[in-house]
């Protein structure tokens, strides 16, 4: 890579979450070429960050969608390690839609660890009857979708008459589910190709925002800008 660079054979380079220490050569500033940071970790001078629309874009959605399907009870299944802020600003948005999500219905697995284990936590967070259980149900990491699918079905909830469920997903790379959910997330096409478009109006001398956001969208929504 640097090899490369010294050279000038690269346009630009989009680089992963994952920093590498080889970033901190000084051949890359030198160089001057784009680099974009996909998915954005956070801002970093001398970068072009897209990110994806984050926890606000997809919590935003996925309650939007939840109260104009009448529900009210809403429990959350995230990845463990998810911030407190997020947390927080789940806990707001269903507020003001005035819905009930108290603590113990939110709920994380680490998907890296053991993913399996969201099937008996779904299974326990809708183990109660009528105004003690859940009618809407928020996954927020697509590597727990199955497992959690598995969990409804092991507790005989019917989906979506006894709850409505949103699921997190990267489009187009769909996780299997029995159920009829709603998935809701990024479309990762549309992102890896707003990285070469913003390297490439870089090398036009065009002017390039900082920080390009890529907001969370429904399949439906996908499909119908497909056609």
């Not at 000084?26 to 940071?37: C, E, L, M, Q, T």
């Not at 429990?75 to 507020?95: C, D, F, P, T």
């Not at 998907?111 to 259980?133: M, Y």
Request: proline share 8%.
């Amino acid at each position: 890579l640097l090899r490369d660079v010294r050279a000038r054979r690269l346009a630009g380079i989009i680089i992963g979450p994952e920093l590498p220490v080889i970033l901190d050569d000084p051949v890359f500033d030198s160089a001057n070429i784009p680099r974009v940071i996909f998915p954005s970790p956070m801002p970093l001078p001398g970068h072009i960050t897209v990110e994806l629309g984050g926890s606000e874009s997809f919590f935003d959605r996925a309650l939007e969608y939840l109260a104009a399907q009448h529900r009210t009870r809403i429990a959350l299944l995230a990845v463990s390690g998810i911030e407190q802020e997020r947390v927080n600003y789940y806990e707001k948005r269903a507020r003001e839609y005035g819905m009930h999500a108290p603590p113990h219905w939110i709920q994380a697995v680490d998907p890296g660890v053991c993913p399996s284990w969201a099937s008996n936590l779904t299974q326990l967070l809708f183990h109660g009857s009528g105004q003690d259980r859940p009618d809407g149900f928020i996954i927020s990491d697509d590597n727990l979708v199955e497992h959690a699918c598995s969990g409804l079905v092991r507790a005989g909830v019917t989906v979506p008459d006894e709850a409505t469920v949103v699921a997190h997903e990267n489009f187009p790379a769909l996780k299997p589910s029995v159920l009829d959910i709603a998935r809701l997330g990024y479309d990762v096409h549309a992102a890896l190709e707003t990285c070469v478009d913003m390297i490439n109006r870089k090398n036009r001398k065009e002017p390039v925002p900082e920080c390009v956001c890529i907001p969370a969208q429904f399949e439906w929504e996908l499909e119908q800008k497909a056609v």
